[in-house]
C-alpha cells in the first residue's frame, strides 16, 4: 500500500525532507521563489502518486529527490521557453543536474561533519594552505591536522553514505 | 610491524589520498602501501570520497543554512487540501476503491468537504468571488474565480491567448502589500487551461490576484464587497 495517500503523511514527509529538498532546489535552480515552486510541486506530485510509493524498494528521500529531479528539469524548461529568452534556448541537459545533485550532497555532507574536521579540510584542501601554517592557526600539533584530515574524510564517506551515496 | 607505526601510516591515508602530502612523505606511504594491503584498502575507500571533493563550493559549505520559508508547509498542505476537497466535488472516485488506504484518503476528504461547506449556511449560494483582469494585451484573456476555504483560498484560473508553456505564478495580496503564492501552472495550447490552486491567505484579508505570466504580471482588485456568484457545486453526496 502506498504510504503517502494520506495528508499526515505528506506532513511528517515534508518535516522530515523539506530543508534538503529545498537547499538542493535552490543550489540547481539558483532562485529562491522558483525552490519554492519546485518543493510544493514535489510534495503534491507525491502526495497525488502516493499509491505508488513502496517503502520496499526504496527510501521515502530518495523516491522525493527522484520527483523533485523531475520538478526541476520541468522549470528549467518552463523557464527557458519565456520569451525573453524563447530563441535559441537550450534545454538543460539531464548531466549537469546529476552534478548539481551530486555538488549539493557533497556540500551537505560537508555541513554535518563535526566543526574540527570541516575546517581542517576546508583549509588544508580547498584554500591549499600548509599543514604547519593551519597547526599553528588552531594551537594543535601539524599530527593533528593530519589525523583531522584522515578521519574527516571517513566522516564525509559515512555522511554521504547516509545519503545514499554508493562507490 | 609495530601496530603505533601502523596507526601512524594510516592517519596520512587522507592527505595521500586527497593528494596533499608533500613529495618525500609522499614516496614513504607508497612504499608501505606496497607491502600493507589493509591500508590499500583503506585507501580505496578513501580516494572515492576524495575523489567527489572538487564538486563542492566552500563557499557555499561555509554560507548560511539555506531554509524553505515558514510557510512553505502550511502552503502545501493547504493546496494539498484543496485538490482533495475538489477530486471529492468532480466525484472522483478513483482513490475509494482502494481498500483500507483508499477509505482513510475518501476520510480525509470527506473532513476537508464538510469544512468547506460550514461557511455556506444553507448551501444555496456560494461566496466564491469571480474577479476581472483589466487591461490585458490584444488576444490575451485571464478569468479567476476565488473561493473561502478554512484553509485559505481556492483559485480556479482560466488563462488563454499566452505563449504556449507559459509559467504561470499565481499570488494573491494583502491590504498591507504581502504576497502569498498559491502555486505554479503552465499554460498549454490545446490542453485544459483552467488551473486549480490554492493560497494560505483568507479571502477576507486578499486585496489584489495576480499572475506572473513568462515575464508579465497581471493583476485583478479582489472585491471584499461582493460575496456571490452562484454555483455552488459542493454536492458531498
Known amino acids: ?125 580547498f584554500r591549499a594552505r ?25 566522516a564525509l564517506r559515512v555522511a554521504l553514505e547516509e545519503m545514499g551515496y554508493e562507490d | 610491524m609495530r601496530t603505533e607505526d601502523h596507526r601512524d601510516w594510516k592517519l596520512s591515508l587522507g592527505a595521500y589520498a586527497l593528494g596533499d602530502l608533500p613529495a618525500d612523505e609522499r614516496a614513504a606511504v607508497a612504499a608501505h602501501l606496497e607491502g600493507c594491503e589493509e591500508c590499500r584498502a583503506e585507501l580505496c575507500s578513501l580516494e572515492g570520497v576524495a575523489a567527489l571533493l572538487p564538486l563542492a563550493d566552500p563557499d557555499r559549505i561555509e554560507g548560511p543554512a539555506v531554509r524553505p520559508p515558514a510557510d512553505l508547509g502550511a502552503r502545501i498542505e493547504a493546496q494539498i487540501a484543496a485538490e482533495s476537497a475538489r477530486e471529492g466535488r468532480v466525484r472522483r472516485r478513483r482513490r475509494f476503491r482502494l481498500g483500507v488506504g ?8 470527506a473532513a476537508v468537504l464538510a469544512i468547506a461547506i460550514l461557511p455556506l449556511g444553507g448551501g444555496e449560494s456560494s461566496p466564491a468571488q469571480q474577479v476581472k483582469f483589466a487591461s490585458l494585451p490584444n488576444g490575451v484573456s485571464i478569468d479567476a474565480t476565488l473561493e473561502p476555504h478554512a484553509f485559505g483560498t481556492e483559485i480556479e484560473m482560466y488563462v488563454s491567448g499566452v505563449r504556449s508553456g507559459t509559467l504561470c505564478r499565481v499570488f494573491l495580496r494583502d491590504a ?26 483568507d479571502l477576507s484579508q486578499a486585496k489584489v490576484v495576480g499572475v506572473h505570466a513568462g515575464n508579465r504580471t497581471f493583476t485583478a482588485p479582489v472585491d471584499q464587497a461582493t460575496a456571490l456568484i ?8
Open chain 2, 176 to 201: 498591507q502589500g504581502r504576497t502569498y503564492s498559491a502555486g505554479s501552472f503552465r499554460y498549454r495550447w490545446g490542453a485544459d487551461s483552467h488551473a486549480q490552486l490554492s493560497s494560505a491567505l
Open chain 2, 102 to 109: 483508499g477509505a482513510v484518503a475518501a476520510a480525509a476528504v
Open chain 1, 1 to 125: 500500500m502506498g504510504a503517502l495517500t494520506r495528508e499526515r503523511d505528506v506532513r511528517e514527509a515534508y518535516a522530515a525532507h523539506s530543508g534538503e529538498l529545498y537547499g538542493f532546489a535552490v543550489r540547481s535552480l539558483g532562485d529562491a521563489g522558483l525552490a519554492e515552486e519546485a518543493v510544493q510541486e514535489t510534495f503534491l506530485r507525491a502526495w497525488k502518486a502516493g499509491d505508488r510509493f513502496d517503502p520496499e524498494i526504496g527510501s521515502l528521500r530518495t523516491w522525493l529527490f527522484a520527483i523533485l529531479r523531475n520538478v526541476v528539469i520541468d522549470l528549467g524548461r518552463a523557464r527557458a521557453a519565456r520569451p525573453r529568452v524563447a530563441e535559441g534556448g537550450v534545454e538543460p541537459s539531464v548531466e549537469p543536474l546529476e552534478q548539481a545533485l551530486l555538488a549539493w550532497q557533497v556540500e551537505e555532507a560537508m555541513r554535518r561533519i563535526g566543526e574540527d574536521h570541516r575546517r581542517v579540510l576546508l583549509e588544508t584542501h
Open chain 1, 130 to 154: 600548509p599543514y604547519s601554517e593551519v597547526a599553528e592557526e588552531l594551537g594543535v600539533p601539524e599530527g593533528t591536522i593530519k589525523s583531522r584530515v584522515y578521519y574527516g574524510l571517513r
Open chain 2, 230 to 237: 452562484g454555483g455552488a457545486d459542493f454536492d458531498a453526496t
